[in-house]
């Protein structure tokens, strides 16, 4: 992904954050008050980047807000904007810091959505959006499937998914029965599909296998919580070689140290991990909503 | 703080978190689908619990809701509830884990409100809600100062407070005068409080110091962002002097490795950590809301 920003202590916590958790980012640019180079400019050029696969913006006002809308229009890369200055008191600190007019938010807020615009409500929704736009196909239908081995996360990303968009249809009566020969007799095979708290990487391997070579789903949303002591080091593999399948996947690990040294692992290799099952939902549904 | 939880992978995922962030935890309690002890008469134990200073749940349906809401409203200590199961598929899933009828969220959720029970939308609420909770004291008033050493930090922090319900004054003429002898010329001393981007340890001290004995705020949120060369580690013994004042403080700290070990000392210390701006003004708010 690639990042344009203006104020740049806010892109350097976030190149820093990057760097540690694993987020390859392509082009870093901090424009300042503008002098010379501005956002539009540098939208144009980005978007013919060949190392850039989504783009990132932390914008304070336009430089120009009709060629801003000519040129969003026409850039092929989805393109995700937190747009500084959303109260009169931001707005405010916004003409103190760059010396910009921030402009009214409502209406940048309707040409977000006139232009196709991802616009993220907070740092962890660009960061977020941004890296999994980067790194994820398109998610071709609403319909995803949740497979989890902690079941209070699982309802958690429900709940999420839903509110966000997403669909979330039981496997039809044939796929459930392929899927329960892996499951033992009291896990769930509804949707969320409850691995259970003793669940293995073959497991998680097994169902998410028979899951993505279905056509019943559009994408997955893992949650492997890595705390149960059955599920070992390998589960990282199994996840990353789930790419063949060319659908979107978005991990959600949460814990410690241990569980920081494998979401870094994925992310490295291209698999989106949150920390919570909302934000992996959100992030899922944003495939979506760019289709 | 203590947690009482209905989902174990949830609760061992977060008390993981918690060892890994500095984070204290008094009791740790998973009760599963209640065969004996249920959460009434845990909250009850909690709240005679010297030990424990707030209260988070994870709570997928009460085992009854008269008593429930006869002790919760009884209790003196902050509760903070995340209720899992809030749409039609997460009560489905509720169903399929504990077996309990999650019941109507809009029932829970208007009691939770006549009962002042603090209700986490999101995992993250949940943990940040709690956990200032049980370092910090009430916030008096809504105002507060946001002093940072980077600009886009402050203005989404300064969106994200109002959002909140927060009140953000500009300093008095006086207080101001006090604050420039500490600042560049070219600082701005509105609120946000500027500090700019060559911000030392010595510059936070004074100002902080500044504006907490002034009687203008009731509490504060410090941004700071270590990436920055004049900053040393030195801040984090300045911002843990600052208890001396007894009033509110929420920090924002955002980065890699080493902005870590600083937000874990600080955690440690009973100085609340966040890493995005619009966490640590959402979680200072709630200060305010349960006085």
């Not at 969320?192 to 789903?217: F, H, K, M, Q, W």
């Amino acid at each position: 992904m690639s990042i344009i920003t203006q104020s740049g202590a806010f892109g350097s916590a976030l190149l820093d954050f990057c760097a540690y958790s694993g987020i390859g980012v392509a082009k870093f640019i901090s424009i300042g008050n503008r002098i010379d180079v501005n956002e539009i400019e540098l939208l144009e050029y980005l978007d013919s980047d060949p190392q850039t696969r989504a783009i990132g913006m932390y914008l304070e006002s336009t430089a120009d807000g009709k060629k801003f809308m000519e040129v969003v229009k026409k850039i092929k890369k989805p393109l995700v904007v937190f747009k500084a200055g959303k109260t009169k008191k931001g707005t405010e600190a916004v003409a103190s810091h760059t010396g910009a007019l921030a402009g009214e938010y409502e209406i940048y807020k309707a040409a977000f959505k006139q232009a196709n615009i991802i616009e993220a409500q907070s740092v962890e929704d660009l960061l977020d959006f941004t890296n999994i736009l980067s790194k994820q196909p398109t998610l071709n239908s609403r319909k995803i499937a949740i497979i989890t081995d902690g079941g209070g996360f699982g309802i958690a990303a429900a709940d999420a998914a839903i509110q966000s968009g997403l669909e979330l249809p039981e496997p039809s009566q044939n796929l459930a029965t392929k899927i329960k020969q892996f499951l033992p007799s009291y896990a769930s095979i509804k949707n969320p599909i409850d691995l259970t708290g003793d669940a293995t990487s073959e497991r998680y391997a097994n169902v998410l296998e028979t899951v993505l070579s279905s056509n019943e789903y559009s994408g997955v949303l893992i949650i492997a919580l890595l705390q149960i002591s059955t599920l070992d080091e390998s589960i990282v593999s199994v996840i990353e070689s789930l790419k063949k399948y060319g659908k979107p996947i978005a991990v959600c690990m949460a814990g410690g140290a241990w569980t920081h040294e494998r979401a870094v692992k994925l992310e490295a290799s291209g698999i989106p991990v949150f920390p919570t099952p909302e934000r992996a939902a959100r992030a899922l549904s944003v495939l979506y909503r760019k289709s």
